[in-house]
């Protein structure tokens, strides 16, 4: 079965127009990148609701991560490297009767190589979640480089899209 197209769901849900996907597709053309992040450039939709979105279609929850601190152990499970070079960031880990799994930050969740990758350097399971560019890009520099800590956009607790808190 085809995907829809991250435009056809936002115009099927409203929040974008097709001249709006039109613009948005030109400015790909133009720049490069993806439509998500041309729609975001161009102001047309919110992050949030792109996040959302993009969640729904690859069927992994979208999180805001804000100022929630991962505790240094969960951190230490997956190697800096493996998070700077894809950009992922380890939040908690899971635990299920026998089982724990290991949450992560991605801004593409539907890598399957790279979930791979940080699952066989964590050793165990990943449950991705869906991270805008700039909340992700903004907590990796926090958790690793703290001296050289990004502008903050928010105070706002780390929490998933759909209400469900990943702090308490």
Not at 18 to 31: E, G, N
Not at 40 to 56: D, K
Not at 81 to 88: A, E, G, L, N, Q
Request: charged share 25%; proline share 6%; with cysteine.
């Amino acid at each position: 079965m085809a995907r829809v197209l991250i435009g056809q769901l936002l115009r099927q849900q409203g929040l974008i127009d097709d001249h709006q996907i039109h613009s948005a597709l030109a400015y790909q053309v133009k720049w490069g990148g993806r439509i998500g992040q041309a729609l975001l450039r161009l102001r047309l939709v919110e992050e949030e609701r792109l996040l959302a979105t993009l969640g729904r279609q690859l069927g992994v929850p979208s999180i805001h991560i804000g100022e929630q601190v991962t505790s240094p152990r969960v951190l230490r499970l997956v190697p800096e490297k493996v998070i700077r070079r894809h950009r992922v960031l380890p939040l908690e880990v899971i635990s299920t009767g026998r089982s724990e799994r290991l949450v992560v930050a991605f801004p593409a969740p539907e890598n399957l190589l790279v979930i791979d990758e940080v699952a066989f350097a964590a050793g165990m399971d990943v449950e991705p979640v869906l991270a805008g560019d700039e909340d992700l890009d903004r907590a990796i520099a926090r958790h690793l480089d703290p001296a050289l800590e990004l502008p903050r956009v928010s105070g706002e607790p780390m929490c998933l899209v759909d209400g469900r808190r990943l702090d308490g």
